[in-house]
């Protein structure tokens, strides 16, 4: 999540009540999750187990509950529950804005574009030129839409993010981890009837452009899908996943998280996807494998009946008494 202007870090340390451990002297653009920072980003890290993943990630400056090392030009900012200072970083610099009308006076659309009867356009997002926005379509705060992309009724764009952080204390619950990312759909993409798009927690979930997703179709948080690809009805992709150029899924295919789908891959009806596969080859099944290799060994897997029958024969099965 980007802020609005660079933020100096006194600033920040102030908010939410961290020592700066470091130098002083710097200033943030943005919050991210480990995988999205760059540098000049804060992070936060509540547990020794990521510690030094952040440490060494390219964020500047660290909230961190426990003063450890790390490297000179970065900082520290020491608090009790960093996963608290994060949510209070992001409540203040992406408030929560109730929309007061259907169509938000300070989102923007470009010449040529429609918004049909019943949309919702949140606040400061941004559509392009020569866009179709159809009827019962919500598009949430702060997301973009390019030019020549066209939006089914029903969809919704940069709905909150399925992440919640697990505490345990007598029992499991779960405390809902802000959302400040977005939804950026590029231009020439197609979005069928009843899509659900979820915005990314800090970063933003893409949509490559020239990529057509038929209806019923889930994307979760910070995923971010390449150019040109095709979705058919009823996919679910998981949080954080990267599908690249020109990829294919067919219907019913789910995709779980944080993985990666190589450019041009096709994954065949009913399939899952439980871990990252090449490009460029045909996959089927659940868990996927090669498409050829998985139709061979449902052919055999038909033809054991027949093999059993040739070993066991019927007669060799039971005795005359």
Same mark, same amino acid.
């Given at each position: 999540?980007?802020?609005?202007?660079?933020?100096?870090?006194t600033?920040?340390?102030?908010?939410?009540?961290?020592?700066?451990?470091?130098?002083?002297?710097?200033?943030?653009?943005?919050i991210?999750?480990?995988?999205?920072v760059?540098?000049?980003?804060?992070?936060?890290?509540?547990?020794?187990?990521?510690?030094?993943?952040?440490?060494?990630?390219?964020?500047?400056?660290?909230?961190?509950?426990?003063?450890?090392?790390?490297?000179?030009?970065?900082?520290?900012?020491?608090?009790?529950?960093?996963?608290?200072?994060?949510?209070?970083?992001?409540?203040?610099?992406?408030?929560?804005?109730?929309?007061?009308?259907?169509?938000?006076?300070?989102?923007?659309?470009?010449?040529?574009?429609?918004?049909?009867?019943?949309?919702?356009?949140?606040?400061?997002?941004?559509?392009?030129?020569?866009?179709?926005?159809?009827?019962?379509? &919500? $598009?949430?705060?702060?997301?973009? =839409?390019? #030019?020549? @992309?066209?939006i089914?009724?029903g !969809? +919704? *764009? /940069?709905?909150?993010?399925?992440?919640?952080?697990?505490?345990?204390?007598?029992?499991?619950?779960?405390?809902?981890?802000?959302?400040?990312?977005?939804?950026?759909?590029?231009?020439?993409?197609?979005?069928?009837?009843?899509?659900?798009?979820?915005?990314?927690v800090?970063?933003?979930? &893409? $949509?490559?452009?020239?990529?057509? =997703?038929? #209806?019923? @179709?889930?994307?979760?948080?910070? !995923? +971010? *899908? /390449?150019?040109?690809?095709?979705?058919?009805?009823?996919?679910?992709?998981?949080?954080?996943?990267?599908?690249?150029?020109?990829?294919?899924?067919?219907?019913?295919?789910?995709?779980?998280?944080?993985?990666?789908?190589?450019?041009?891959?096709?994954?065949?009806?009913?399939?899952?996807?439980?871990?990252?596969?090449?490009?460029?080859r045909?996959?089927?099944?659940?868990?996927?494998?090669?498409?050829m290799?998985?139709?061979?060994?449902?052919?055999?897997?038909?033809?054991?009946?027949?093999?059993?029958?040739?070993?066991?024969?019927?007669?060799?099965?039971?005795?005359?008494?």
């Amino acid at each position: 999540m980007r802020f609005p202007t660079i933020v100096p870090l006194t600033e920040i340390a102030s908010l939410i009540g961290a020592q700066i451990i470091g130098s002083k002297q710097g200033a943030a653009s943005g919050i991210n999750e480990i995988h999205k920072v760059e540098e000049g980003d804060l992070v936060f890290v509540d547990h020794p187990k990521y510690y030094l993943k952040c440490i060494n990630s390219a964020a500047t400056y660290i909230i961190i509950n426990q003063v450890t090392d790390f490297p000179a030009h970065k900082s520290l900012l020491l608090v009790d529950e960093p996963f608290e200072a994060y949510q209070k970083i992001v409540a203040h610099y992406r408030p929560f804005m109730p929309l007061q009308k259907t169509i938000s006076d300070s989102a923007n659309t470009g010449e040529g574009t429609f918004v049909m009867p019943g949309a919702v356009i949140g606040n400061h997002v941004q559509i392009g030129k020569d866009t179709i926005i159809y009827p019962n379509v &919500v $598009i949430m705060d702060h997301c973009i =839409i390019g #030019n020549n @992309v066209i939006i089914q009724s029903g !969809t +919704v *764009i /940069g709905s909150d993010a399925f992440y919640y952080n697990k505490k345990t204390t007598r029992e499991v619950h779960y405390k809902k981890m802000l959302s400040g990312g977005r939804v950026v759909v590029e231009d020439d993409v197609e979005i069928g009837a009843n899509c659900t798009i979820d915005r990314g927690v800090s970063g933003d979930t &893409v $949509i490559g452009a020239g990529t057509k =997703i038929d #209806n019923l @179709v889930h994307i979760g948080h910070d !995923t +971010v *899908i /390449g150019k040109n690809c095709l979705l058919a009805a009823q996919v679910g992709i998981a949080g954080a996943t990267t599908i690249e150029d020109e990829v294919i899924l067919w219907g019913q295919v789910g995709v779980s998280k944080t993985l990666t789908i190589g450019k041009g891959a096709e994954v065949y009806a009913q399939s899952g996807v439980p871990a990252t596969i090449e490009g460029g080859r045909k996959y089927f099944g659940s868990p996927v494998e090669d498409a050829m290799t998985k139709k061979k060994e449902l052919v055999w897997m038909k033809r054991i009946p027949v093999l059993w029958e040739k070993v066991f024969p019927p007669s060799s099965k039971g005795g005359t008494g």
